[in-house]
């Protein structure tokens, strides 16, 4: 099992970034797929989630209006689309697969993402 983050890197306040996922080594359809941060000295939060289900998302009301999560199952692949960035916003994005009937969960390694002038 494999997710590998991308994406990550410098941009000023107010750009733009995305970020990518991609999984392999389980039915990527079957699992709900969420990105996290965790931002120096603080703990992993929450940022969004798409459903395996349903297609329905997610988002912290932080990045609400800002951040968008998107999937596409025939790639194995889950996105998130950051614009409007703020310094705030700087952190290790991680990636996190779960299972909606186990509840088995997979954590890809991280991307960094620094957003300053």
């Known amino acids: 099992v494999q997710l590998v983050e991308s994406g990550g890197g410098l941009v000023q306040p107010g750009g733009s970034l995305r970020l990518s996922c991609v999984a392999s080594g389980f039915t990527f359809s079957t699992y709900a797929m969420s990105w996290y941060r965790q931002a120096p000295g603080k703990e992993r939060d929450l940022v969004a989630t798409?459903?395996?289900?349903?297609?329905?998302?997610n988002y912290a009301d932080s990045v609400k209006g800002r951040f968008t999560i998107s999937r596409d199952n025939s790639k194995n692949t889950v996105y998130l689309q950051m614009s409007s960035l703020k310094p705030e916003d700087t952190a290790v994005y991680y990636c996190?697969?779960?299972?909606?009937?186990?509840?088995?969960?997979?954590w890809g390694q991280g991307t960094l993402v620094t957003v300053s002038e």
């Open positions: 996190k697969a779960r299972n909606r009937f186990s509840h088995v969960e997979y």
């Open positions: 798409s459903s395996s289900a349903w297609g329905s998302t």
